[in-house]
């Protein structure tokens, strides 16, 4: 099957950087769209970033100018460069991807990683 991990998440003072990021492997055929999302305890999980294949990016309004998505095709992965981080920012991140698997037939349906914890003390 495929799966989504991901690194790089931790606690970090206010105004301090960290960069997730989340790989895919397994019966890859192709991934269109791969994003980053974050939520906090009862709170509806918000897209944070997201990326197309050809590089084309969106940000919430929140994270604009001090977030960057990135991916590399090559290695199935997807960044999140976090700079200027504020306690705001605390959240669980998820990576998710659009993602055609190899199977007969061959099927798309969206994957999710399991999450990793930012925490931005102030």
């Known amino acids: 099957q495929v799966q989504l991990v991901e690194s790089g998440g931790g606690l970090v003072q206010a105004g301090g950087s960290l960069r997730l990021s989340c790989a895919a492997s397994g019966r890859i055929f192709s991934i269109s769209s791969m994003g980053w999302y974050r939520q906090t305890p009862g709170k509806q999980r918000e897209l944070v970033a997201d990326i197309t294949f050809g590089g084309s990016t969106n940000y919430v309004d929140s994270v604009k100018d001090r977030f960057i998505i990135s991916r590399d095709n090559a290695k199935n992965t997807v960044y999140l460069q976090m700079n200027s981080l504020k306690p705001e920012d605390t959240a669980v991140y998820y990576c998710?991807?659009?993602?055609?698997?190899?199977?007969?037939?061959?099927?798309?349906?969206?994957?999710w990683g399991q999450g990793t914890q930012v925490a931005v003390s102030s």
């Open positions: 998710n991807a659009d993602i055609t698997v190899v199977a007969v037939p061959a099927f798309i349906r969206g994957f």
